[in-house]
């Protein structure tokens, strides 16, 4: 069993940067990882993902160029450091974490965290 903790999350003021991390309990080198967020009264939506070789690498349109996903497998975290950051971004951030067998479209495994909270005031 896995269990994903994110932690980073605050109020920062339009412009600042934050830095999120996600710490897993149980070994995830081989599953995909992603972060996720929801804004009130609205669905949650994907923000960046990266494979589980680190090789490929996916931002949301309105995230690209502000967002950079990373993972560090020696410590088993997933980090998503965040710049520039703008009031429309203020949503709870979610780390996921997914195992794919083969070329499966469907994970085997995956996980959610507990969500953070990110506040950008204006």
């Known amino acids: 069993q896995v269990q994903l903790v994110e932690s980073g999350g605050g109020l920062v003021q339009t412009g600042g940067s934050l830095r999120l991390s996600c710490a897993a309990s149980?070994?995830?080198?081989?599953?995909?990882k992603h972060w996720f967020r929801q804004a009130p009264g609205k669905g949650r939506e994907f923000v960046a993902g990266i494979s589980w070789t680190g090789d490929d690498i996916v931002y949301a349109e309105s995230v690209k160029g502000r967002f950079t996903i990373s993972r560090d497998n020696a410590k088993n975290t997933i980090n998503l450091q965040m710049d520039s950051l703008k009031p429309e971004d203020t949503a709870v951030y979610y780390c996921?974490?997914?195992?794919?067998?083969?070329?499966?479209?469907?994970?085997?495994?995956?996980?959610w965290g507990q969500g953070t909270q990110v506040t950008v005031s204006s």
């Open positions: 149980g070994r995830i080198s081989t599953y995909a």
């Open positions: 996921y974490a997914a195992y794919y067998r083969g070329s499966d479209h469907d994970p085997a495994y995956e996980y």
